[in-house]
């Protein structure tokens, strides 16, 4: 998982862009609804400041699916399953120089992890399935990061769905894209690869439905075709987790049989952990 820093740096460049490309930035807005016009088979955007209509909507709202939710409440066709929640911090001390994650009772049915930013520093999160770990996430983290010696520095924290992509991608004329599409990798937590992948897709899905009349459904498909493979041994890799990592001495057996076949390695790539599942 990237720092806070550095997605609020990504966020304002590609603003940035965006702004100087000619669009038009609302900013501390909220949508409250979406209201459909039954006469003009047409729907609003009604936020806290405005009401806006659209030819195409892109639904990047993140993990909780704003848009998803606003239309069709908790049906799991158009939302991400099995969200987690996650606290991370940004830290400075002796970080070691690899990618480490932990398993295990520091973060049941979960994990927790230390990513290397630079001297010295490092982004240091938990994330665990809600309910199977007592207490406060956010205190838990900071034991972690006591007893590894770490100071520190920011707190960040959310939502990460867990459950794969989302069973409709493409509604009417809105895309999901992003975690909004569940389009996470379970087994590592990474997101962002496949957010601004599936971004570009989506993008170019609405220009070839207005050059040439393609249909919208074909972003859908192309996603699937590009990330539908790794996303799958990706959540087949979080459910085995979920189902037999279930206590410090399982979990260790399990990681020395799968250490030394590379099966962490290609958990991890979210490619299969074994080769017979």
Not at 104 to 129: C, D, E, F, M, Q
């Amino acid at each position: 998982m990237p720092s806070q820093d550095t997605v609020f740096t990504f966020d304002g460049y590609l603003c940035d862009k965006a702004l100087h490309a000619g669009a038009d930035v609302q900013m501390d807005e909220a949508l409250t609804r979406i209201q459909h016009q039954s006469k003009l088979d047409r729907d609003v955007l009604v936020t806290t400041k405005g009401r806006y209509t659209f030819d195409y909507l892109i639904d990047a709202s993140g993990s909780l699916a704003h848009v998803g939710r606003l239309r069709h409440g908790d049906d799991v066709r158009y939302r991400p399953e099995d969200q987690v929640p996650t606290m991370y911090a940004q830290v400075q001390g002796e970080v070691p120089e690899t990618f480490d994650v932990f398993l295990g009772s520091v973060a049941p049915s979960g994990y927790a992890w230390i990513i290397p930013k630079g001297p010295n520093t490092a982004n240091v999160g938990l994330g665990v399935r809600a309910g199977y770990l007592k207490g406060n996430l956010k205190e838990h983290l900071k034991e972690f990061c006591d007893e590894l010696g770490f100071e520190i520095l920011s707190w960040g924290g959310g939502w990460i769905p867990m459950g794969g992509p989302v069973k409709t991608m493409v509604d009417g004329t809105t895309l999901a894209v992003g975690d909004a599409a569940g389009l996470v990798m379970p087994s590592n937590g990474g997101g962002i690869s496949q957010a601004i992948i599936s971004g570009c897709f989506a993008a170019e899905a609405i220009l070839d439905h207005l050059n040439h009349g393609a249909p919208l459904d074909a972003y859908e498909v192309r996603l699937r075709a590009s990330l539908g493979r790794a996303l799958k041994n990706s959540l087949r890799t979080k459910n085995m987790g979920y189902a037999f990592f279930k206590g410090d001495l399982i979990t260790e057996g399990i990681l020395r049989i799968l250490g030394p076949i590379g099966g962490i390695k290609r958990a991890m790539e979210c490619d299969k952990p074994v080769w017979l599942f």
